[in-house]
């Protein structure tokens, strides 16, 4: 497989938060399906920023799961100390669905780096 710099994979990564939290806010979207393409991307992104780190696979896709986990409890601490908003009141549902679409996001680049 074919890795891309460690600059872009960053850059990257920093393009799709600002995306969506910028289009989020100008739109007023708070609809939660919005952000499963995000974070399917991300998943995939974080992958190959791990691969390019460490060049294992597993562990990557560990660490894929592991930074969806610290993203939802960053989620949760924003709501819980400083927006204290009901649209933006993490759900159970929606959390379990974003570690899902991380999950897959960094799967399908699993599977693509035996290739």
């Avoid at 995939?44 to 592991?66: D, K």
């Avoid at 960053?74 to 669905?97: A, C, G, I, M």
Wanted: hydrophobic share 60%.
């Amino acid at each position: 497989m074919i890795q891309p710099p460690l600059a872009y994979i960053l850059f990257a990564l920093f393009v799709l938060l600002a995306t969506a939290e910028v289009s989020a806010f100008i739109f007023k979207i708070y609809n939660n399906r919005f952000y499963r393409i995000f974070h399917f991307i991300g998943g995939a992104l974080v992958y190959l920023l791990f691969f390019n780190l460490t060049q294992n696979r597993l562990l990557s896709l560990v660490l894929v799961l592991v930074v969806g986990i610290l993203w939802e409890i960053h989620e949760w601490v924003l709501w819980k100390f400083f927006l204290k908003k009901r649209v933006y009141k993490p759900e159970k549902k929606d959390t379990l669905d974003d570690l899902l679409m991380d999950f897959l996001g960094g799967l399908l680049f699993y599977i693509v780096s035996f290739k």
